[in-house]
Nanobody
Framework: QVQLVESGGGLVQAGDSLRLSCAVS????????MAWFRQAPGKERDFVAW????????RHSDSVKGRFTISRDNAKNTVYLQMNSLKPEDRAVYYC????????????????WGQGTQVTVSS
């Protein structure tokens, strides 16, 4: 059984930092692209970042580039999202996803998803 379990969400003030974690089990972690998506209230699920299987290549959406950093630890089967300089517009449920297909920024190509973790940023 494949499981993706997110943690690290919470309530913070604008300008603060938060680190999300996603623990993965039930698949060969090092063989999958890992990604983070987010969904704000009343909005569609949007791409945040992906990291390739080896962890060498990453891509971040324009809205978070320079503030957020995706990374992975294949020895721990865990992917992370370090979020710095948080803004109120970053408020959303953040989802971890695993997949192997293209395009990597599309939520439709990911096969496995976590339950989501809430991030709330007050101004």
């Amino acid at each position: 059984q494949v499981q993706l379990v997110e943690s690290g969400g919470g309530l913070v003030q604008a300008g603060d930092s938060l680190r999300l974690s996603c623990a993965v089990s039930g698949l060969t972690f090092s063989g999958y692209i890992m990604a983070w998506f987010r969904q704000a209230p009343g909005k569609e699920r949007d791409f945040v970042a992906w990291v390739n299987p080896s962890g060498v290549n990453t891509r971040h959406s324009d809205s978070v580039k320079g503030r957020f950093t995706i990374s992975r630890d294949n020895a721990k089967n865990t992917v992370y999202l370090q979020m710095n300089s948080l803004k109120p517009e970053d408020r959303a449920v953040y989802y971890c996803a695993a997949g192997r297909r293209l395009p990597r920024e599309s939520s439709r190509v990911y096969d496995y998803w976590g339950q989501g973790t809430q991030v709330t940023v007050s101004s």
